[in-house]
């Protein structure tokens, strides 16, 4: 029987891309549970460091540490800031670094931090405990604005209908609960075919908009570009569309995959820059269907990963 917290998603696939080798250094961007932390540190002689903006994670971190003499640190913070993190702590460099994005199942799981539409809790939504709440958002924000952030992050096309119903109810009535939020979306959206709860989109939404996930996942692919070595790797493991498309698009671009900006020009005056990483598989690759029936949070999972050239980071982040 799995005890850990969390279940880690496609974990052979993320050794495969890694390739650890003994006296490396890896980058586990987003620890949670220490699952990809734990597979590298037990599949070669390496050091790791843990990097989570969840101070539970960082808690569970410093339990781990201990077992790996040194070679495992977890440090507190968003891997948007990871060049700085690592900074502060001397690294300069890395072979490798793995993305494995959105919640885990610690914090889902947990009914006070206010992730589920599932279980009744306070309108929360934060990864860490700074910064305005789902609820500040819900009772704050105009609603246009709340539509535009339900349509955008949530891909819902009733998103008008839902912020007006938001708007109506929080007139009399501040919205504060899970189960309030998660039965007003359910009174306008009807169920799908598929049968996922209508609340699902409209809650993604309002977790990627309190921890501006769009925002990191781009500052934080920027700063893997910054930090690995030549030949070092980097695989990422998203959830839902919106992630993956800004990781391929990110990758597309950076492997020079994507049209060149001015390709009617000479190649000498096109000032193409030369590309940084070169991708290990054209296509994201999916988890087995033996994965996703021990675990239905694998279904969705899509992992991209690419190879750092020589070139020199040249672009603006
Ligand atoms: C899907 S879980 C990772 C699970 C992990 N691979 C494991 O095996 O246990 C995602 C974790 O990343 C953290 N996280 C998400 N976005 C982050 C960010 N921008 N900066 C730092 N940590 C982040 C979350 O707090 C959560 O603990």
Request: aromatic fraction near 6%.
């Amino acid at each position: 029987m799995n005890t850990a917290p969390h279940t880690p998603v496609m974990v052979n696939e993320v050794l495969d891309a890694l390739s650890p080798r003994d006296g490396a250094i890896y980058v586990d961007a987003t620890f949670g549970a220490g699952g990809y932390s734990v597979a590298l540190l037990e599949a070669a002689d390496c050091t790791v460091w843990g990097i989570d903006r969840d101070p539970v994670a960082i808690s569970f971190g410093n339990q781990l540490e201990k077992k790996y003499h040194g070679r495992l640190t977890v440090l507190n913070g968003p891997f948007g800031d990871m060049v700085r993190l690592l900074g502060d702590v001397g690294v300069e460099k890395i072979d490798g670094i793995a993305f494995d994005l959105g919640v885990s199942s610690m914090q889902l799981d947990e009914r006070a931090r206010g992730f589920s539409f599932r279980a009744d809790g306070p309108l929360d939504m934060r990864m860490n405990d700074t910064g305005a709440t789902a609820a500040d958002a819900v009772n704050e924000l105009a609603e246009e604005e709340l539509a535009d952030i339900i349509y955008r992050y949530g891909e819902e096309r009733r998103s008008r209908r839902i912020a007006k119903a938001i708007v109506e109810l929080r007139k009399n009535t501040p919205i504060t609960r899970t189960g309030q939020l998660a039965r007003l979306v359910r009174g306008v959206v009807a169920k799908s075919k598929d049968g996922i709860d209508p609340a699902t989109r409209t809650f993604q939404a309002l977790r990627i908009y309190v921890n501006d996930e769009l925002g990191e996942l781009h500052r934080g692919l920027n700063a893997a570009e910054t930090l690995l070595a030549p030949g070092g790797r980097l695989s990422v493991v998203s959830f839902h569309s919106l992630e993956d498309r800004q990781v391929k698009e990110f990758l597309r671009q950076r492997s020079g995959v994507a049209p060149k900006p001015s390709r009617h020009l000479p190649p000498e005056q096109a000032d193409v820059p030369a590309a940084t990483f070169k991708l290990l598989s054209r296509r994201a690759v999916k988890t087995t269907e033996a994965e996703a029936d021990l675990n239905p949070r694998a279904r969705s999972a899509r992992m991209r990963a690419a190879e750092r050239t020589s070139a020199p980071t040249s672009r603006a982040a």
